[in-house]
């Protein structure tokens, strides 16, 4: 599976959505991702990755960490996954 | 209904380990926040916090109460020891059978708790040290104020997160002013910070890496602080028929619940606690003259208690000051309303403000007066002092000022 594929699979969970309800232009919002919701789907998608986001919850915009769509949040993932290897 | 004033008071904090040092680093704006230092901080992405340094807890008890004694109960019992002394009481007879003590704590022995996992998880160890119970359990602290003073009325530990100290000092307050007894010993006290304390609250992302900053723009969490402050609430005609000092009058609180989110803070059941124990105290807004706020230093918090307070006030809010200390001693939790009522004590009896430092931009949803970073000299009649709790769980004092 894809990077791609694991954080809309993670998020779809998060929103108790089928997978293909989650599309990469989905805002958080729009899919009833509330701020706990947010930092349990960062936690979740640590774990599946094995990698640290850098993420604070105060100043969402301000994080390194651009969680503004799921695509921002996957691309953010696998720049991460990148500088892992 | 009987008046009830504060005759003692006794604090251990990241600022000081007494009342009186603490006020001076209140008045100085001094920053107690620091590198934290235990083990295993290295695996930590959070590494600052309100970590009481410099304390030797040998010269102050007993190997055998050291075996029996978490950390948050020593900071109890040091805070006790100097309030019960500054109120120059005794308890025996008939007194000791009806003062009781009421305390505000969260997380309970929590460096025992961590040291004991430690012990069977990691170093696979199979037997742990009898006294881990009693060492962490959230009433020890409240049980062994009791023991060492002989207090025997109603004693027991409120437990409702960053609000335990505010709901606590209310229940010793009614039972005061009720008259169940004349002398009630309250306050709260926390120790979370060891490795396990800490990590939880990363877990969460709501912890600044570098400093509390309430109301401030460029604010980025909380940090963590550990400590106690203890009082002794007394009847007012008590006091004065044995001419003891008073230090501030209790004057009512209030309570209220949210019943919305697990974390994010509601205005209205802010402002409905605010304007409760105004109303319990029978004081006009416009005669507050200074909140101790909240004041996390989270971008939640701080704009709704703002908004709260504006709310309540109207057009007073621009002219009362409120200010977090929790920029300098951090956020003692269980513990802070207690630390957060000196900085009451100072604006009342003593006329100095308590500032809010680390304060580097204003923000338009925190447009209050807000004592940035130095702190100030004025006539103060009625302060409150706010704690909004994880759970949605508010409690507000509100104090005057004894002549």
């Known amino acids: ?85 | 209904m009987k008046r009830v004033v504060i005759t003692g008071a006794g604090t251990i904090n990241a600022l000081g380990h007494d009342v009186p040092s603490t006020l001076e680093a209140m008045r100085e704006g001094r920053c107690g926040i620091s590198e934290l230092e235990f083990r295993d901080v290295e695996r930590l992405s959070i590494r600052i916090g309100g970590q009481v340094k410099g304390y030797e807890p040998e010269g102050r008890f007993n190997r055998q109460q050291l075996a029996l004694f978490d950390r948050f109960t020593q900071f109890t019992l040091v805070a006790a020891r100097e309030a019960i002394a500054q109120s120059g009481l005794t308890f025996s007879g008939e007194l000791a059978a009806r003062a009781g003590v009421v305390l505000g704590n969260s997380g309970g022995g929590m460096t025992t708790l961590d040291d004991n996992y430690r012990s069977v998880y990691e170093d696979g160890k199979n037997r742990v040290h009898p006294f881990v119970v009693p060492k962490l359990m959230n009433n020890a602290a409240a049980s062994h104020v009791s023991m060492e003073f002989n207090l025997k009325g109603p004693s027991f530990t409120v437990s409702t997160a960053c609000a335990s100290s505010n709901h606590a000092m209310a229940q010793a307050f009614q039972m005061v002013h009720g008259g169940i007894s004349p002398v009630m010993i309250s306050g709260g006290s926390e120790s979370m910070l060891c490795f396990g304390g800490v990590k939880a609250w990363e877990g969460l992302r709501v912890m600044s890496k570098d400093a509390c900053r309430p109301f401030s723009a460029n604010r980025n969490g909380m940090v963590q602080g550990e400590g106690a402050g203890i009082f002794v609430f007394e009847e007012y005609e008590h006091a004065r028929k044995r001419g003891a000092e008073i230090l501030a009058e209790v004057a009512g609180f209030a309570m209220s619940s949210d019943a919305s989110d697990i974390v994010m803070p509601s205005k209205q059941g802010a402002a409905r606690a605010i304007r409760g124990a105004m109303q319990d105290a029978r004081i006009n807004p416009d005669e507050v003259g200074y909140i101790n706020a909240h004041g996390t230093g989270t971008a939640a918090n701080d704009k709704t208690e703002s908004a709260a307070v504006a709310d309540v006030f109207g057009a007073h809010a621009d002219k009362l000051m409120l200010s977090s200390t929790k920029s300098m001693h951090g956020h003692l939790i269980g513990g802070t309303g207690a630390v957060e009522l000196l900085a009451c004590i100072m604006a009342l009896r003593d006329g100095v403000i308590a500032p809010t430092i680390g304060y580097e931009e204003p923000d338009p949803e925190c447009a209050l007066d807000v004592v940035p970073n130095v702190a100030r000299e004025a006539h103060v009649d009625v302060a409150l002092s706010n704690a909004f709790a994880f759970g949605g769980l508010n409690a507000v004092l509100a104090l005057k000022r004894v002549e």
């Open chain 1, 1 to 85: 599976m894809s990077i791609k594929d694991r954080v809309i699979k993670i998020i779809a969970e998060q929103a108790v959505l089928e997978v293909e309800d989650v599309t990469a232009d989905s805002k958080l919002d729009d899919l009833g991702i509330d701020s706990l919701g947010l930092v349990e789907s960062i936690f979740a998608i640590e774990e599946e990755f094995d990698i640290s986001v850098p993420f604070n919850a105060n100043d969402p915009s301000e994080s390194d960490f651009d969680i503004s769509s799921v695509a921002s949040i996957i691309s953010g993932i696998e720049t991460l996954v990148k500088a892992q290897t």
